[in-house]
C-alpha cells in the first residue's frame, strides 16, 4: 500500500509580535504615620497631678485616642478607657492637648495630613 500524499502546507505568514511596554516602575510611596516630637515624658508630669486626686490618693491609667492635625498638634481627645477617676482623665486630655507635638503623618505624595494615635497615660502618686 503506497501512502496517500499529503497536501501541500500554505505558505506560512509572518506575523509581528509587539511585546507589551515594560511595567511601569511603582510610584515610590512617601507616606510616614506621625511620630512624636521632642520628650514624651514631659508632657504630663508629676507635677500636673490634680490636687484633689493627689489628697484622694486617686491612681490610675488614661487610655485615649486623639487627634493630630497636619500641622502636628492634637486637635481632639477622647478618652478611650477611664483610670476611673474624673479629674484624671480630664487632666489627661487637656494637657496632651496643650503639649504633645508631633512630626505630622503624611500621605502618598509626602503632603502632611491629618490622622489618629492612640495613647495610654498612666497616673502614679510620686512617693
Sequence with gaps: M???PLPPLPEARRVEVTPPPPPQPAALSRAAKASARGDRAGWITAEDYPARSLRNEEEGTVSIS???GADGRVSDCT???SSGFPLL???TCRLYQR???FTPARDDAGQPTATNT???IRWTIPR
Design 89 to 91: 482623665d480630664e487632666a
Design 2 to 4: 503506497t501512502p496517500l
Design 79 to 81: 478618652v478611650t478607657a
Design 99 to 101: 503639649r504633645a507635638r
Design 118 to 120: 492612640t495613647d495610654r
Design 66 to 68: 486623639a487627634r493630630i
